[in-house]
Structure formats: structure tokens, C-alpha cells
T-cell receptor, first 113, second 113 residues
Framework: KAGVTQTPRYLIKTRGQQVTLSCSPISGHRSVSWYQQTPGQGLQFLFEYFSETQRNKGNFPGRFSGRQFSNSRSEMNVSTLELGDSALYLC????????????FGPGTRLTVL | AQTVTQSQPEMSVQEAETVTLSCTYDTSESDYYLFWYKQPPSRQMILVIRQEAYKQQNATENRFSVNFQKAAKSFSLKISDSQLGDAAMYFCAYRRDGNKLVFGAGTILRVKS
């Protein structure tokens, strides 16, 4: 079974631009979660989508948004990029509920100049 | 809010020896899940082991085992017969609500040959 895939793997943007990151979960997984990893703040939860609905949200500004499609693929969007948004963005998928383990993708490295 | 603390920023172990990574967490809940994830230089987050809080028995996965002390809110990871491939950043994580993982700051494990 293929693992979680994320595209693109690397991205360079300039301040003020917007960016869309994509995540394809493991086949059969319906929950997709997003995390931001930075040297200063560590790993922080952004949001989780299940059955096309946001089920959980972390403490990030409204510039960070996401969505999930009927095939469980998810996208994350960041508008009006700031230098501090430079990070590794990780996506994780799991089957359905709280008892299911999350499996992570390789991440998208975003650099904001 | 739940917090996870990893007090060892960096650890070293000789190949073939045993090392223990520490993790403590703070929660008022009685039912939750704990995880250890490994992040090698490739940045791919890999699940090492998971523990359900309602289970008394400590989880074991081959050379990896945990010492789960619920009353003390402690969840340490023991790696036996350390191998060069074990070198990575190790994250302890807690999950209670939905699929939101709360991570510790991580411990860098170096394996010496």
C-alpha cells in the first residue's frame, strides 16, 4: 500500500504571495491532519479534516486554511505569506477515529523570502 | 492544555548498547494515547511505538519498548541493541481529542560506532 504523499516537496515563495500544498492519504484513510514544524516552535497542529469537514483546529491565524475532497485528498492554503511561515509542513492520515494511528507524509519544505 | 516535555535535547549511545529517552506529559484526562515518533534526516516522521493509557502492559515493538507510568505521567522509550539506523530525532506525542497530536520538543539521538 502506498504511503502518504505530499506535493510539492519544496517550494520557494515571496512575502505576500499565497501557496497551496497538497496531501494524498493512504488508501482507505479518511482523516487528514496538518502540522507545521519549525526550529523555534517545534511541531504544531494546524487542523484535521474528516469526510470533507474540518473536525479539529489548532491555534493558527485565518491565513491558514484547508479543505478535503471526496476522495480524502486534502489541500492546505496559506495566504499573504510571512517570513515566519517558512517551515516544514507535514500531513498525516489515519483511518477514522481517535484510536487509529496517524501516518505521516514526507513533508513540504516551504521557504518564504 | 496538554503539554509534553522531553527534558533531554540530545543523547548519545554506543552501537549495540541500550538507551532510554524520557518523556513526561500533563493531562487531567484518564483515557488517551501516547506515541513515540522517529524523524531521521530525511524528515519523514515514522511511528516507533504507541501506548493506550487504559492498558497496564507496556508496549513493545522488537528492540523498542516503553515504560509507561500513568500515575507519574511518564512515558520513556527504551532502545535495545542500538543500531546506526536508529540515529534520528525522537518525538514523544500525546493524543486525546480527535486526531490532534501534541508533540514534545524532541530528543536528538546519536549512535556511535
Amino acid at each position: 500500500k502506498a504511503g502518504v504523499t505530499q506535493t510539492p516537496r519544496y517550494l520557494i515563495k515571496t512575502r505576500g504571495q499565497q501557496v497551496t500544498l497538497s496531501c494524498s492519504p493512504i488508501s482507505g484513510h479518511r482523516s487528514v491532519s496538518w502540522y507545521q514544524q519549525t526550529p523555534g516552535q517545534g511541531l504544531q497542529f494546524l487542523f484535521e479534516y474528516f469526510s470533507e469537514t474540518q473536525r479539529n483546529k489548532g491555534n493558527f491565524p485565518g491565513r491558514f486554511s484547508g479543505r478535503q475532497f471526496s476522495n480524502s485528498r486534502s489541500e492546505m492554503n496559506v495566504s499573504t505569506l510571512e517570513l515566519g511561515d517558512s517551515a516544514l509542513y507535514l500531513c498525516a492520515s489515519s483511518l477514522i477515529g481517535i484510536s487509529d494511528t496517524q501516518y505521516f507524509g514526507p513533508g513540504t519544505r516551504l521557504t518564504v523570502l | 492544555a496538554q503539554t509534553v516535555t522531553q527534558s533531554q535535547p540530545e543523547m548519545s549511545v554506543q552501537e549495540a548498547e541500550t538507551v532510554t529517552l524520557s518523556c513526561t506529559y500533563d493531562t487531567s484526562e484518564s483515557d488517551y494515547y501516547l506515541f513515540w515518533y522517529k524523524q531521521p534526516p530525511s524528515r519523514q516522521m515514522i511511528l516507533v511505538i504507541r501506548q493506550e493509557a487504559y492498558k497496564q502492559q507496556n508496549a513493545t515493538e522488537n528492540r523498542f519498548s516503553v515504560n509507561f507510568q500513568k500515575a507519574a505521567k511518564s512515558f520513556s522509550l527504551k532502545i535495545s541493541d542500538s543500531q546506526l539506523g536508529d540515529a534520528a530525532m525522537y518525538f514523544c506525542a500525546y493524543r486525546r481529542d480527535g486526531n490532534k497530536l501534541v508533540f514534545g520538543a524532541g530528543t536528538i539521538l546519536r549512535v556511535k560506532s
